[in-house]
């Protein structure tokens, strides 16, 4: 005769045991930022073979960091001869920068611009890319470079070709691939500034490159200004503060 109490606690106990398998069942072996999820984007799935025998879509979440070689600040130091032309004479510092640096006295004015390269290797090339955003840390503002620049755009380059930062990918055409592309930021609060580059991110996956580059500049670089140092400065990957650049990258891994 069985025992109505007894059963039901059986029941009971079959089903908490169920309950906790189905809450465990999400350890897919990825990291946090790279998490397999649904065909919404939204709900972790397993990892298991029947998903791709079924020709359910499987899409990745992922963070990719900055190529620390391939990123920083360039400047194209404008001289003025006698004849006032122009002698220009690029060269390569630290953190990523905009802005503009004008000295009267020694008739000089050094444009400012920052270089970021992601690197997706691990993204594979026939994969199809849903979303990517980069997300730069404004960290401090000298000066006033809002009013001189309006507003800092971003430039997709190609730094395939070099191993660290070259002073020909401060608006050498060779290595533009497309120019403004978007707004990163247009005022001097501090913090993260956010920019939409799928369709950029994807056509460096079509294109075979390796790694995704943006070039930050003045929409405005006036040649004159008064005397002064107006930049917006952007943290680096190696940057004292551990805040670093950021791309987070949607994508299908085609079947």
């Known amino acids: ?23 465990n069942d999400d350890d897919d072996g990825l990291t946090v930022a790279e998490r397999r999820v649904d065909e919404a984007g939204k709900v972790p799935v397993s990892k298991d073979k029947s998903v791709a025998e079924r020709g359910v879509p499987s899409f990745f979440e992922i963070t ?15 001289g003025l ?13 630290l953190e990523p920068q905009a802005g503009l640096e004008y000295g009267p006295q020694q008739g000089r004015l050094v444009i400012s611009r920052g270089i970021y390269t992601f690197d997706r290797a691990r993204i594979t090339l026939d994969s199809t890319i849903e979303s990517a955003r980069i997300f ?18 971003v430039d997709h380059i190609d730094t395939s070709s070099f191993a660290e930062l070259n002073p ?48 930050l500049r003045g929409l405005k670089e006036q040649l004159f200004q008064l005397e002064g140092n107006d930049q917006a400065i ?22």
């Open 1 to 23: 005769m069985n025992h109505p109490i007894r059963s039901t606690f059986l029941l009971y106990a079959l089903i908490s045991l169920l309950f906790l398998l189905a809450c």
């Open 64 to 78: 990719l960091f900055g190529v620390p070689a391939l990123e920083g600040l360039l400047t194209d130091e404008v």
């Open 81 to 93: 001869d006698a004849a006032g032309n122009r002698e220009p004479e690029t060269f390569k510092s």
């Open 136 to 153: 730069l840390y404004q960290k401090s503002v000298e000066g006033h470079p809002y009013e001189l620049l309006e507003e800092i755009v």
């Open 168 to 215: 020909a990918l401060f608006d050498d055409d060779a290595f533009t691939l497309e120019r403004n592309i978007g707004t990163i930021s247009e005022d001097p609060s501090l913090g993260y500034k956010v920019l939409d580059v799928t369709a950029q991110v994807q056509a460096d996956n079509d294109a075979g490159r390796m790694t995704s580059s943006f070039r």
């Open 234 to 255: 952007f943290t680096d990957s190696l940057n004292e503060l551990g805040i670093v650049p950021e791309m987070d990258v949607l994508y299908e891994l085609n079947q």
